[in-house]
């Protein structure tokens, strides 16, 4: 259960990480189609 949660976890960090990412790139080429 400890290590299900742990890996738990790191799917959550990293979603964040890559959503972090994503959301600069898709406002420049949001930027870029206006």
């Known amino acids: 259960m400890?290590?299900?949660n742990i890996?738990?976890?790191l799917v959550a960090l990293l979603f964040v990480?890559?959503?972090l990412v994503?959301?600069?790139i898709i406002m420049c080429i949001s930027f870029r189609f206006l």
């Open 2 to 4: 400890i290590v299900f």
């Open 7 to 9: 890996k738990k976890n």
């Open 17 to 19: 990480c890559v959503f």
């Open 22 to 24: 994503l959301i600069p």
